[in-house]
């Protein structure tokens, strides 16, 4: 696989890979305009096959970073992916100027959340609701990204 910056030409794929992903996934319309916004950023991992396996949308504001999406193909996680995107992301938004990256996460998904602490993150908040009938957690880890001391 490979890891590099996404183009406008990802914006079909990135688009694909997003509704396959989430329930209301978001068009190649709305990815363009979040991509063309100040301090926004994509990376991709592409397959050998040249399909996307995943990719991960963040934005850099003065010092803090924040995750808008990642998403990773069914038949790709549990392999990676996600965990390499998101540390490239963390490292890019650090280039950038960063010291400290959030996310939103639904409070049942485990596997992302299993990976969110390994990565360093922590809760600070609480959507209600933010996911329709699921409530959001808001996550935040400072930058370089670490793991959690043993015993957290």
Known sequence: MMLRR???????AMSALHAACFPEGWTGESLATLLSSPGVFALIFIELSSLAAGFVLARVAADEA??????????????????????????????????????????TNAPALGLYKSLGFEQ???????YGHENGLVLKARLPLSA?????
């Open 66 to 107: 924040e995750i808008l999406t990642i998403a990773v193909r069914p038949n790709a996680r549990r392999k990676g992916s996600a965990r390499a995107l998101m540390e490239a992301a963390a490292g890019h938004a650090q280039k950038m100027g960063a010291h400290s990256l959030f996310l939103e996460v639904g409070e």
């Open 148 to 152: 959690p001391p043993i015993g957290k």
């Open 6 to 12: 996404a183009t406008e030409r990802d914006l079909p």
């Open 124 to 130: 600070v908040g609480r959507r209600k609701n933010y």
